[in-house]
């Protein structure tokens, strides 16, 4: 019996477009690939996630690789998020001096409870 092995012919798992394995904004690890769905012009759509919570994707429509979650460690990120988060505290705070009943306050305050400033 021989102990040779055998090579595989199978190739890893590789997206075609999105090349870079670092985040653009603060250079954390790739924790997800994905190639799903093939465009009627041959190309996979892929989706790349960064440990950061950043995600890029290629769409094959326009041959074009677009931004579909913003890294939040870059510093414009940081500062538009202080920013929403001022306007919302802004926002509760002139709701709170209006002069309507308890209710409308509340039903007010509550219409931001689902308001996702995070992205």
């Known amino acids: 019996m021989s102990s040779t092995k055998r090579k595989s012919n199978i ?16 250079g954390s690890e790739t924790v997800a690939i ?7 012009n041959g ?3 892929e989706t790349r996630r960064f440990s950061c919570g950043a995600r890029i994707k290629f769409v094959p429509n326009y041959s074009r ?9 870059t510093e ?8 929403r988060r001022t306007a919302l505290e802004s926002l509760q705070q002139y709701i709170e001096k209006l002069d309507v009943d308890k209710d409308c306050k509340q039903r007010l305050v509550d219409a931001f409870k689902y308001f996702n400033i995070g992205r």
């Open 11 to 26: 190739e890893p798992f590789k997206l075609n477009h999105l090349v870079d394995e670092t985040c653009d904004g603060c």
């Open 34 to 40: 994905e190639k799903n769905g093939r465009h009627c």
């Open 43 to 45: 190309e996979w759509f």
């Open 65 to 73: 690789v677009e931004v579909d979650t913003p890294c939040p460690n």
């Open 76 to 83: 414009k990120n940081k500062l538009m998020m202080i920013k």
